[in-house]
């Protein structure tokens, strides 16, 4: 199936670490989301965007929506051991012919106390 | 809690057998999405139903299949069940065609 192309993979970081990671499309987009997996649980909504530009924030994570708008980025600042998990980017074109959210592969991020 | 709920929460079941999953969507939602999770192919989007109609499909397998009923419950059934039909089954619910999509917390489909 299409997916997006998510970068890093995986990250392994000492808590209070800074955390950078994105996502990239060969096709446009009109929206980008930016979900967080525990183990065992279903995705949760951290941020979304709608617009090229945007940059949004929700506490210590800020997400932006690249100006091409084929690319979405996700930023955690002091990251702490709760942040754990799978980062997924998801995004959605309105119109074309798959008009469903696109999921990309995912970043596990891993924090050491 | 995202009041998105599915049950079961595991499945154990044999080659060839049929299971139905149930998902719940959060109160006042009319979007119900079904997702499958498995370590090769990540989060695919199978299929959307909206109010009671289908609305997009995506890699649904012809051996499963969707509904939503009047009070906006959603069922998936897997069919003819193969080994690689195991994974993780995620149904998300949202206020009608947004992308803000709630989670439930998933079935674990194994079939042995």
């Known amino acids: 199936g299409q997916q997006l192309n998510q970068s890093p993979q995986s990250m392994f970081i000492q808590e209070g670490e800074d955390v950078s990671m994105n996502c990239t499309s060969s096709?446009?987009?009109?929206?980008w989301l930016w979900y967080k997996q525990d183990p065992g649980e279903g995705p949760v909504l951290l941020i979304a965007l709608y617009k090229a530009g945007e940059l949004t924030s929700n506490g210590r994570l800020t997400a932006q929506f690249g100006i091409t708008r084929k690319d979405s980025f996700l930023n955690i600042s002091a990251s702490i051991p709760s942040d754990v998990g799978i980062y997924f980017c998801a995004g959605r074109f309105y119109g074309g012919a798959t008009n469903k959210l696109i999921f990309g592969t995912g970043t596990l991020l891993a924090v050491q106390p | 809690d995202s009041g998105v709920t599915q049950t079961p929460k595991h499945l154990i079941t044999a080659t060839g057998q049929r299971v139905t999953l149930r998902c719940s969507p959060r109160?006042?939602?009319?979007?119900v999405y079904w997702y499958q999770q498995s370590l090769d192919q990540g989060l695919q989007f199978l299929i959307q139903y909206y109010n009671g109609e289908e609305r997009a499909k995506g890699n649904i397998l012809e051996r499963f299949s969707a509904q939503q009923f009047p009070d906006l419950h959603s069922e998936l059934n897997l069919s003819s069940l193969e080994l690689g039909d195991s994974a993780l089954y995620f149904c998300?619910?949202?206020?009608?065609?947004?992308?803000?999509?709630?989670f439930g917390p998933g079935t674990r489909l194994t079939v042995l």
């Open positions: 096709s446009i987009f009109n929206t």
């Open positions: 998300a619910s949202s206020v009608a065609d947004s992308d803000e999509q709630f």
């Open positions: 109160s006042g939602d009319l979007s």
